[in-house]
């Protein structure tokens, strides 16, 4: 992790939030601790943090209501740090907007693994190449239509137009997608719809890239999980840890989040289309 990184631990429990910040501290971090919902909201505001621990069992208000007023003005990364294990809550958590959820009590270990590798999960998805418009015959006209990377031309296609402005400098991907008037804009992170602004978490808006990315075509469950940065984690000592088992169940909550910020409608679905048995692909 790199260092002066910064970090909100919201904990009522002392001896947790002395293990947090420890070991937050020791993996190199400026950590600062709250022990009820409105001080951890306030230093959320005050500090910026890169991540956020959340126990949803806290003094003065519920933990869901703090993980939902955080996302009002912030996309830090949140994990949730929790003795509740049942799917429910689980779920519950991801609807909200968190980024993971782990379950006490806390190994150090696993702890720094899971907030490493939510902040080495890319801004910038690495995922399927796309179609260019050099390759147009082997894409159907709708699907050019409907899904169009903003890019720059390149000099020889400059050339090969008869009448048309200079050729910028090529981009090295594209940045912006339009889908039936849902634009997104992987450099500024911002998503609108009929030019209303979309208030996405990143996992969210990470999943809305790789759709438009991959056009007409089916990304799966599992290349999700995967190209998220998804944990599929495991049981912890004394007992099982619910929803370890199916990262997908995670993948279907995003979708469902996805669907009713766009108003869209599974059965007669306008952007996000189920694949049954296979994955998810635009409609």
């Not at 379950?103 to 939510?118: N, T, Y």
């Amino acid at each position: 992790m790199d260092d002066r990184r910064v970090v909100v631990v919201i904990e009522r429990d002392e001896e947790v939030r002395s293990l947090l910040r420890a070991t937050l501290a020791e993996a190199g971090f400026d950590v600062h601790c709250a022990a009820t919902g409105e001080s951890g909201l306030a230093l959320v505001q005050a500090r910026h943090p890169d991540t956020v621990t959340l126990d949803l069992v806290l003094p003065d208000m519920d933990g869901y209501e703090v993980l939902q007023r955080i996302r009002e003005f912030s996309d830090t990364y949140i994990l949730i740090v929790t003795a509740r294990s049942a799917l429910r809550a689980t779920l519950k958590a991801f609807d909200a907007g968190a980024d993971d959820y782990m379950v006490k009590p806390i190994r150090p270990r696993e702890l720094r693994a899971r907030v490493d590798g939510m902040l080495r999960r890319p801004r910038q998805l690495t995922v399927p190449r796309i179609v260019t418009p050099r390759e147009a015959p082997l894409v159907s006209p709708r699907l050019r239509a409907s899904v169009a990377p903003v890019r720059s031309l390149r000099p020889a296609e400059t050339r090969a137009v008869a009448q048309g402005p200079p050729a910028a400098p090529p981009l090295a991907a594209a940045r912006g997608y339009e889908h039936k008037g849902l634009e997104l804009d992987s450099a500024t992170r911002a998503a609108t719809l009929g030019g209303r602004a979309l208030q996405l978490t990143r996992t969210e808006f990470d999943l809305l890239h790789i759709l438009l990315q991959r056009g007409s075509g089916v990304v799966t469950k599992t290349e999700l999980v995967g190209l998220l940065g998804l944990v599929k984690w495991e049981a912890g000592p004394g007992g099982r840890t619910a929803g370890t088992r199916d990262p997908g169940r995670i993948i279907e909550t995003h979708i469902g989040n996805l669907r009713r910020k766009l108003g869209d409608d599974a059965r007669k679905p306008r952007w996000l289309k189920t694949v049954r048995g296979s994955g998810y692909t635009l409609a």
